[in-house]
């Protein structure tokens, strides 16, 4: 990331990089080909799914009829396995969901005994708030650690942040929640190991909840920092070593000054991307801290689905997921455009 | 599987925090529930149910808390009348079974309850269209018939002494159930009965709460707020239950033993008709020979069992029926003898071999033992048979697997299964053994086909005379010890710890399955504080 025109977005005139109105033309023209081309992304990966599930060894009558399969006769789940459509071949299932899809009916979900619009609906919003806290806190996190490691490169504190960030990211989430509720748990007593509420209470405050998202959400949060620790300190760190940093010290400007807004502005953009492309492990990520902290998220769906071959539940959120991965990545596609001109919105 | 390497792992991880914080500090009693008031209760239970429509078999064995059945059982399992005001009227040669209803009963939402409400329970259960597992259960049904507001008349396609113990099965409200998709529709999630609770929300995979009915026609009861936390891992809920988090929770035998010195805390044992046994199917020329059954069956150690893997929680088993039931055929107690079984082995013909395993006219005495993985308690019981097996000069080869896993081997393959249910003799022993039920799903995985069994076992559920009844079982237990395909090695006491705020709490003889429904809370409306 060395030599970027920071005289160009000086030349401007001021400390404007952004122009002054975005190139919304440009910008929509990438947006929609980026959604046609979506189209045969996501056609493909609900027929991957689909196909993997009918060949996973988990029998859809038997997730669905739990203990009492084992009494049931044999013209009972014969019965069952027509109703739920388990004794229909692949194809015909998949054409199925997507024509349902297509107008708007994602199908039932047969292990949850609820339409899947209703299940997704229910939980979508408690893991959007997990992955937005825990995201907002890395990024912030991060970017102060960041710069303060890449102020003094193989200083002290650049030493202790970076071994730190190694370490974290060669950690696995599920392990740093068990870290996490074995300490603030068990052995503090200060938070609660989980759940969204307390155990005797059936009202959900936001004060509890709050209590209860606080872990779930710092060790999430924990295991995506170490990505932009190291990016930050990469990125700032070289352009403190750059002519326009140079130039701007020589100028006689404070160093707080040339840090923030001239090294860290250009050190932030590598930043940019890395928003797009950590969508996926974000998503990973909080499947197994909220299978952790048996947070309502769609994590406990998700396995349901798997393991109870739920076709319809099991399609629906995986399109979601790579819908999110697709959308991150324009995202950062577009933030980077209009970030760094030169980039322009082709893509 | 990576949910279970989790839990797993978070059992683990658990386990071991709970050793550090044992030696660590003192034990941390009391804590935050100890300030609750006697009219909360928390409970932790193991099991959470699927769905709680019992149109697709929700509490279809009574104590469904939210709703209430016809008939219900009282805490010696006899059957009183609930939704009905009297128990049912048998007549046509035991064919028709008519019911009063209970007058003044609404449900939670103020509708009343009247007989479209059962017929409809009942007619959509047996619906093709309907996703119920259970349906079977009422196989008997020809047809339900309202014969007027206050009157139900069940006709049965053959006289069917149990039946009455099946229409514990909980009412559904025909207003709210009837309007819906009954497979996905939301009475699935938020049921509305006419049951002492009420649902106030259910957190999937963390906690059901639920209210006192104030409405309720047997009294409101003095719980008002009963909470039934979802805890799966034994180890976890031990500790949630150590630190007042939870004010009861099921638990296993070695775990229940660490509350009993003076924590303020009562332990239960339940009795219960929860067995083990291993399948011998008869397609295997091993296991289906019968002196090989009967040696097996002689050479098992019961007792160590009971002691060594239950901690003396249980009793040996020699059958379904557990040994103090009334329907126990007295006299077949098999006790352990390993002499005899060698000499039972050498008369039919297994010589010992080489590697100290018996062959028969060149066939080793061996076969493979499943197991469900990720069971313990089943684990220790196919480990031990093995070990006695083995002794006896009788390979059992342990393998673990799911029942996708272990379904397509059932035929030749031993199991090593569970199950048991209290209400009738009938329920497990015809589904165990009848020969028309042989490999049809997983009912007789032995195969077991005997004409005198099959003649018996329909003679029993034919008649409704307790005499001629319990003489038919005495019979067919009898013909089981003498050939046991299968191999009945204990009855399993089901154990729960209850905080001391209420008095004289009781337990029901439980089934195998042991969810909401079982343990003390089974009549938590019921309940009263202990001053």
Redesign the interface.
Known sequence: MTGLPHSRFRSRGGTAVLPASPPWGPMARMAARRALLAVPVLLAVTLGVFAIAAAS???PV?A??????????????D??RH??GADRPLPARWWDWLTGALTGDLG????????VS?VIGERIGWSVLLCALAFAFAVLAGTLLGVLAARRRGGLLDRAVTAAAYTLEAAPP??LG?LA??LGA??L?VLPP????D??S?VATAGQITRHALLPALVLAVSQLPWFVLYVRQGVGDALDEDPVRGARARGLRERTVLLRHALRSGLLPVLTLIGSRVPELITGAL?VE??F?W?GIA?AT?QAA?GVDFPLLAALTVLATAAVLVGNLLSDLLYGLADPRVGFDG | MTARSIRGAVAAATAATMALAATACAAPGGGRGAGRAADTAVVGIAHEPETLSPLLGYGKDGNSKIFDGLLTHDAGMTLRPALAAALPKVTDGGTTYTYPLRRGVTFSDGTPFTADDVVFTYDTILDAKTDNASKAELDAIEKVEKKDDRTVAFHLKYPYAPFAERTVLPIAPRHIAGRQDVNTGSFTTRPIGTGPYVLTGWSKGEKLTFTANPRYWGGAPKVKHLTMAIVKDDDIRATRLRSGDLDGAVLPPDLAATFKAGSGRKTLAARTYDYRNVTLPGANPVTGDRAVRRALDLAVDRRAMVEGILSGAGKPAYGPVPTDSPWFAKGTERPYDFAKAQRILDDAGWKQGGDGIREKDGRRASFTLWYLSGDKLRQEHALAFASDAKKAGIEARVESGTWEAIEPNMKQDAVLAGGGSPADPDFDQYLLLHSSLAGDGFNNMSRYADPTVDEQLVAARRTDDRGARKAAYDTVQRRLADDPAYIFLTHVDHLYVVAGRWQGLTTQVEPHDHGLASGPWWNVEDWQPAT
């Open positions: 060894p988990f029998d038997q669905y009829a739990g203990t009492a399969g084992l009494t049931a006769s044999q013209e009972n789940l019965q069952l109703n739920l039932d979900s047969a292990s949850l005994r609820a339409p209703q599920f392990w068990l509720v074995w068990i052995e007593g989980g759940g969204l509420t155990t005797g059936d197994l299978t952790v048996s309502p406990a396995v393991t």
